[in-house]
């Protein structure tokens, strides 16, 4: 069962242009969404996260996005650099100190 | 920067054998996590830690799974009798509050477990 999904596997994007990636969830009951980023041979590192009050949380080039009604929320990277080039999952958590439930990963190509 | 680190970087074990995988988390955190990623899938919750017990717990995390924190530092997770399906990148990560309370988790650099 697929709580939280990541339709596509991947994303190609030109330097300079915006990457956007979309995650969705099925759990109504989760309230905290986190994006991490994943080189190969680390761990994955925290990017953004917005918390289900909001809809909106920006920092630098990334934001993402929340549409509580969709069950659906998107990261926006702009302008794309070829160092964002990584693995980037999605997550998410229904209260304070339980599991993050990750989305398969989207892996992101930006091509100079 | 304070930062979760993982020891084995790799471990090669045969079928059936025990193998322990350590972690030190960030030293002023509170919540201790475990997770893993078998080769091109997702990374998958195992086991959560808190107060010195296990506070969350995943299908995965069966009786063939154990964490401790046999000291102040250190906290580690033993895989009894291992399988070939136990073969995954196992990330040991640490948060200060909790996830859900604004507090993200810190993941190390992984424990590679290959079971021959």
């Known amino acids: 069962d697929q709580q939280v999904k990541q339709n596509s596997p991947s994303l190609s994007v030109q330097e300079g242009r915006i990457s956007i990636l979309n995650c969705d969830y099925t759990?109504?009951?989760?309230?905290?969404f986190l994006w991490y980023k994943k080189y190969p041979a680390e761990g994955p590192t925290f990017l953004i996260s917005i918390s289900s009050i909001k809809d909106k949380n920006e920092d630098g080039r990334f934001t993402v996005f929340l549409n509580k009604s969709a069950k659906h929320l998107s990261l926006h990277i702009v302008p794309s650099q070829p160092g964002d080039s990584a693995v980037y999952f999605c997550?998410?958590?229904?209260?304070?100190?339980?599991?993050?439930?990750f989305g398969k990963g989207t892996t992101l190509s930006v091509s100079s | 920067e304070p930062e979760v680190t993982q020891t084995p970087s790799h471990q090669v074990t045969q079928m059936g054998q025990e193998v322990i995988l350590r972690c030190v988390p960030i030293?002023?955190?509170?919540?201790f996590y475990w997770y893993r990623q078998i080769l091109g899938q997702k990374v998958e919750f195992l086991v959560s830690f808190y107060n010195n017990e296990i506070s969350e717990k995943s299908e995965i995390f069966d009786d063939q799974f154990s964490v401790e924190r046999p000291d102040g530092s250190n906290f580690t997770l033993k895989i009894r009798s291992t399988k070939l399906e136990d073969s995954a990148m196992y990330f040991c990560a640490s948060s200060p509050r909790g996830v859900g309370n604004t507090g993200e988790l810190f993941f190390g650099e992984g424990s590679r477990l290959t079971v021959l």
């Open positions: 997550a998410a958590s229904g209260q304070a100190g339980t599991a993050l439930i």
């Open positions: 759990n109504s009951m989760f309230d905290y």
């Open positions: 030293s002023n955190h509170l919540y």
